[in-house]
């Protein structure tokens, strides 16, 4: 695996060693995260957990810049996707599933949605597996930006539960609060999905 091939250890990286090594770099410390988020799947790095961590360094705010990340994350794998793969699979699939990708065209703000929504696969995979498809950019976007937000606050929030409790016990009623709110998207999901399969 390429992680132990470079000698790369994340067993001993704490929250608080995290937070205070990103904090070191100032106002650095945005546009380092920003990058490594970018450049995650190099080292098969989860994007849950460094999602996460944006709450853990920044709090709440953090929100802010995993958005940032995200989206330009989603946008270069979709690029590099669309313009260096998606030629080579319309001559695989020769018209054997042109009528779905025909489908995702039409109605790809709705289909992007979705699977932001009700994320049924890794982030990465939803990203490279879009570009494949007929998807219009526009819509590729603009839904990608307004899907994550539900699931990429929860995350933030959870993050910056965890560190609160760190540093004052007292706050563990922020932990029972995150769990209440991954609760209520992981509803919201299933909810979305039996509503899906009964358009179909």
């Known amino acids: 695996m390429l992680v132990r091939s470079l000698h790369i250890d994340f067993s001993n990286i704490t929250p608080e060693k995290f937070k205070e090594t990103i904090e070191g770099f100032g106002i650095w410390g945005p546009v380092i995260y920003i990058v490594f988020y970018i450049l ?5 790095f989860p994007a849950a957990l ?17 958005l940032i990340a995200a989206n330009l994350s989603a946008v ?6 669309r313009y260096l793969a998606r030629g080579a699979v319309e001559k695989l699939i020769k018209g054997k599933m042109g009528n779905i990708d025909e489908a995702i065209e039409r109605r790809g703000f709705v289909t992007v949605l979705l699977i932001r929504l009700i994320p049924n696969l890794p982030w990465d ?4 597996g879009l570009g494949l498809t007929k998807v219009k950019f526009r819509d ?17 929030y959870f993050g910056s539960s965890f ?26 999901q299933k909810f979305l999905k039996d509503k899906r399969k009964e358009m179909v």
């Open 125 to 128: 995979i939803q990203n490279l």
């Open 40 to 44: 995650r799947p190099l080292i098969f």
């Open 76 to 81: 270069g794998e979709f690029l590099i996707s």
């Open 163 to 188: 560190m609160s409790v760190l540093t004052n016990p007292k706050n563990i009623w922020k932990v029972g609060l995150a769990v209440l709110l991954f609760a209520f998207v992981y509803w919201l």
């Open 50 to 66: 460094l999602s996460a961590s944006a709450g853990v360094i920044w709090g709440v705010k953090g929100l802010i810049y995993l």
């Open 140 to 156: 590729y976007f603009w839904a990608t930006f307004i899907g994550i937000v539900p699931g990429s606050f929860v995350l933030v």
